[in-house]
Every structure is written in structure tokens, then in C-alpha cells.
């Protein structure tokens, strides 16, 4: 077995490992554990990248038992991608929680005292890393679904750690998840049942020789999308993610916002890219059951979710008086985003196609193109939401709040945290130079060659929105004097034991959300291997 088939299988396996560790460790040993584990489940991403950035898909059948009947880890170009983003906020997370033990978690000790700094943090951090990596590596559909199970469970753990305050929505949030689960697994029963097989790859093509089933496959495929749509907080069923984004714990809150919902955004993407698309290009309809259209239909119908999203989540952004609620209605907002292509993959042809003067992609080079647009928005959102929630959560910790208000003038004595928000509101809006921005030049580009010009209005609007509500987020920060020309007394901290190191873990996402911007290319390029098209 090779190094890198080692990593293929280690990045969910030592997460795993590392939890059940941290669990009876002490404080101190637990935090210095946490963050040499976080390097080296980082340190694991890099031989599954190299090795899938050379073109080649990585497979690993687990004992040798090859599907329908073993367990296949399946490692391509969107995988790398998510493991990547995963490693980066997840060191980043961890080492913030190591400096400032506070961020964790509140708990109560025998004499009913609270006590901030939950060891739970640990166990359920790592659990979902390894939950987010199984999802990420998965062949399958079951696999996926217990991949996500591991996600969602650790992660309403996680919200419950902010004490007796937010165990209501972490109980609205396990409601959800549950609820998502079941759908997402009776569409996987369906599709076992009229294929006889869980692997993804093998029921496309089940699927395309048996047009017979495309009726039961369009209705699991309305089951899983439905079910996963939940899980990501598409409008209008986005109500549990802002309580239980705003009310986690400091540390929590950029891991569920970054990482969590993407898992299953990913299993959503998956399946529509490697089993809805597959059926339609394959272009052999039954004599019973038009599949082209129904499928181009729900399409269209997450489509306008995602455009309501857009708007409704940033005007609901824009009222907002404190930061960790503003930054999640942005991300309700932001999810929009991530559905726009779905009418691009279903009817990439248009006029634009014949006209050279307009573009030169043909068909599978629009699918690429709208696949890697959203691919850039989703990880430049993780990289700058990440660094969002971590700077609002060490205002929080210092200062004991996190409204704006009460923060005016605070870049005086955090220039580097207001500068992260700063970096982190560039990518955000997707601004020029970062990944977001690329992503929707990509994005639009595919759009305006297959016809969807539908998008151009949409995309300029949600940006101005965005910068209207980050803007509001940031401007009081910065401002030295008030409406008269007063000076504005400066924020009183309620603790001076705040560590200042902690700064450089949303500064480095900051950086991440620029830098990034500049490697387009590359990981564009990545993302086309293993592609369906």
C-alpha cells in the first residue's frame, strides 16, 4: 500500500483516533494535542492532493472487497478541493480554540457554577473533521449518509457546548438534521432499489440502461435534494441556521458555518453531477416518464430558492445591530449562490454556443465552467466566513459582546482583526483579487455562453447587497469620532487575559481569502479531474 493510499484512509480514520484520545486527556495536554493533531491531519492533505492534481482519481477498495459489496474511498478533483478547505479552517479553528480555552464552550461544575472552556470541544471538533473528510473521500451513497450522520451529530454537540442558552437551537438543529437524514435515506433506498447498488458511478449507469426507472429516480432524487437542500439552509428552510450559528461558541460557530453545511452541499452537488446530469446527457428517455424535463424543472425551482436566498437573507443581514447574527444571515444569503448552476448543467447549449465572437466553450465546457464558478464561491465563502465568525468570537471573548455599537472605534486597538474583516468582507462580496471573484467570473462566463443571461442582473445585486451589509458590519469599527465631530470613547474589555496570538489564526484565513484569488488556474484545473463530462 502506498503513501498516499495510507492518507486516502488516514484522514478519516485519525481524526476518529484523535477524538477518542482528546476525550480523557486533561486541559493543557488536550489543547497541545489538538493542534500537533490538527497538523497532522493537514499534513495528510497533501499527498491526496498532489497525486489527484496529477490527473489521476484515487480509489481505495477497504479490505480489498471491491463494490457493490466493499467500501470504495473515491478521492478526484472536488474532493481535493473540500479536503483542502476543510484542513485550512479546521488548523485554523483548533489553534484558536488551544490559545483561548473560553471559546469552547460554557459548563457547569458540581456547585452549579458556570465554567467557560468545555473539554467536549475536542472529541466533537475531531469527530466531525473525520465526518467532513469520509464525506468528502466517499464512492458511495451509504457512505456518504453515514459520513453526514457523523457531521450533523457532532455538530449539534457542538452547538449545545455555549451552555443552557443554546440547547434550543441545538435541539431545532438536531430536529433538522434528523429529518434531512430520513430523506436523503429513503432516496437511497429507492436508488439501491432499482439498480442494486450504492456506488455512484454504477447506478448512472444503471439508470441510463434502464430508462424504465427514471420515474423512481426522479422521486428519489427529489427526496435527497429536499433533505440535503435542509441541511445547507437553502431559504425557506434556513430558520435553524442563524440561532444556531450566532448562539455557538466562538469556536464553533466558523467550524458549522465554513465547513458543516458543506458536506451536504457536496453530497447535493455529487449526486446531481454524477447521477441526474450522467441520465440527461445520456439522452435516452423512456416512452413513460420525461426525465429531461422534470429534471430541468427542479432545477429551476432550487434556482429561484437560491435567488430568494440572495436577497431575503441580505436584507435580513442589513438589519441586524450585532456581528455574529449579521454574519449569519450572510451566510443564509451566500447558499443562494451556491444553486445558480443547477439550470446551467441541465441546459448547457444556447445561441451563444455558434458564436465564436461570444465564446469559444462548447457544452462540456460549460458544465466545467458553472462547476468550478461555484466551486470558488463555496470555498472562498468557507475561507471568509471562518475568518468572520473567529474575529467576531475574539471581540466577544474580549470585550464581552458583539455589537457594533458598542464596538465603535475598536480598530484602534485590533487593527489586525479589523483588517481580517476587511480581507474577509473583499471575499466575501466577491470583490476583485479573491477566489469569489474569480468564481463568479467563471460563473457568469458559463452563464453568458449557454444563454442564462438571467444570472448577470442576479449576481450584481446580491454583490451590491453584500457589500452593503458588510459595510455596515465594518464601517463603525473604523470610525475614530462620532456624528459631531465627538470622540468616541474606546470599548472597555471585560477580560486582559485574552491571548493576542489567538489574532493570527483569522488573520491567516483573511490572508487565504486574497491569496487565494490568485490561484484560480490551478484549482480550477484541479476540479475537472474526475469530472462526469
Avoid at 472529541?123 to 453526514?148: I, K, R, T
Avoid at 457546548?161 to 431545532?172: F, V
Avoid at 437573507?313 to 451566500?334: C, D, E, F, N, W
Avoid at 471562518?386 to 467576531?392: D, H, K, P, R, S
Wanted: with cysteine.
Amino acid at each position: 500500500m502506498s503513501l498516499v493510499d495510507i492518507s486516502l484512509g488516514a484522514l478519516v480514520l485519525l481524526p476518529l483516533l484523535v477524538a477518542a484520545i482528546l476525550a480523557v486527556l486533561p486541559t493543557l495536554a488536550r489543547r497541545i494535542a489538538g493542534v500537533v493533531a490538527a497538523l497532522a491531519v493537514t499534513a495528510l492533505t497533501v499527498p491526496v492532493i498532489a497525486e489527484v492534481a496529477t490527473g489521476e482519481v484515487l480509489e481505495l477498495a477497504l479490505g480489498g472487497y471491491e463494490a457493490p459489496l466493499g467500501i470504495r474511498l473515491r478521492a478526484d478533483g472536488m474532493s481535493a478541493i473540500f479536503i483542502a478547505l476543510t484542513a485550512a479552517v479546521g488548523l485554523c479553528v483548533i489553534f484558536f480554540a488551544a490559545r483561548i480555552d473560553s471559546s469552547t464552550g460554557t459548563r457547569t461544575d458540581a456547585e452549579h457554577n458556570e465554567i467557560t472552556g468545555h473539554p467536549g470541544f475536542w472529541p466533537l471538533a475531531f469527530g466531525a473533521w473525520a465526518g467532513l473528510n469520509a464525506v468528502f473521500v466517499s464512492g458511495d451513497l451509504f457512505n456518504s449518509y453515514v459520513g453526514l450522520e457523523l457531521v450533523g451529530l457532532t455538530a449539534v454537540g457542538l452547538v449545545a457546548l455555549g451552555g443552557s442558552g443554546s440547547w434550543a437551537a441545538a435541539l431545532r438543529y438536531l430536529f433538522i438534521a434528523v429529518l434531512g437524514s430520513l430523506f436523503f435515506l429513503v432516496a437511497v433506498g429507492l436508488i439501491v432499489s432499482v439498480t442494486g447498488t450504492l456506488d455512484m458511478n454504477q447506478a448512472a449507469g444503471a439508470l441510463i440502461e434502464n430508462p424504465h426507472n427514471h420515474g423512481v429516480a426522479f422521486i428519489a432524487l427529489i427526496l435527497l435534494s429536499l433533505g440535503l437542500a435542509m441541511k445547507v439552509a437553502l431559504f425557506p428552510m434556513h430558520h435553524w441556521l442563524v440561532p444556531a450559528h450566532s448562539g455557538a461558541p466562538s469556536a464553533v460557530s466558523p467550524l458549522l458555518s465554513a465547513l458543516v453545511i458543506k458536506a451536504a452541499l457536496f453530497v447535493f452537488l455529487r449526486c446531481w453531477g454524477w447521477i441526474a446530469i450522467p441520465i440527461v446527457m445520456a439522452g435516452n428517455p423512456a416512452e413513460s416518464f420525461d426525465f429531461d424535463t422534470a429534471v430541468t424543472i427542479l432545477a429551476w425551482v432550487f434556482a429561484i430558492l437560491g435567488v430568494l436566498a440572495l436577497v431575503i437573507g441580505a436584507i435580513m443581514a442589513l438589519r441586524q445591530t450585532h456581528l455574529k447574527p449579521l454574519i449569519a444571515y450572510s451566510t443564509v444569503a451566500q447558499v443562494g449562490y451556491w444553486f445558480l448552476l443547477l439550470p446551467i448543467l441541465v441546459i448547457p447549449e444556447g445561441d451563444s454556443l455558434a458564436d465564436p465572437a461570444i465564446t469559444f466553450l462548447d457544452d462540456a465546457g460549460v458544465k466545467s465552467g458553472a462547476l468550478a464558478g461555484t466551486i470558488g464561491l463555496i470555498v472562498g465563502h468557507g475561507l471568509a466566513k471562518a475568518g468572520l465568525f473567529l474575529t467576531a468570537g475574539y471581540f466577544k471573548e474580549r470585550y464581552g459582546t458583539d455589537e457594533i455599537y458598542a464596538l465603535h472605534g475598536v480598530a484602534r486597538s485590533h487593527p489586525l482583526l479589523v483588517m481580517t474583516m476587511g480581507l474577509s468582507a473583499v471575499g466575501l462580496a466577491g470583490l476583485p483579487f479573491s477566489l469569489s471573484f474569480t468564481g463568479k467570473w467563471q460563473l457568469t462566463s458559463a452563464a453568458v455562453a449557454a444563454g442564462h443571461y438571467w444570472i448577470l442582473p442576479v449576481i450584481v445585486i446580491a454583490t451590491l447587497l453584500s457589500a452593503a451589509y458588510l459595510l455596515k458590519a465594518i464601517a463603525p469599527l473604523l470610525m475614530q469620532q462620532g456624528p459631531d465631530g465627538e470622540e468616541i470613547e474606546r470599548p472597555a474589555p471585560v477580560r486582559e487575559d485574552i491571548s493576542q496570538l489567538a489574532q493570527a489564526a483569522p488573520f491567516v484565513l483573511g490572508i487565504l481569502t486574497v491569496v487565494t484569488g490568485f490561484m484560480g488556474a490551478p484549482i480550477f484545473n484541479l476540479l475537472d479531474v474526475g469530472v462526469s463530462w
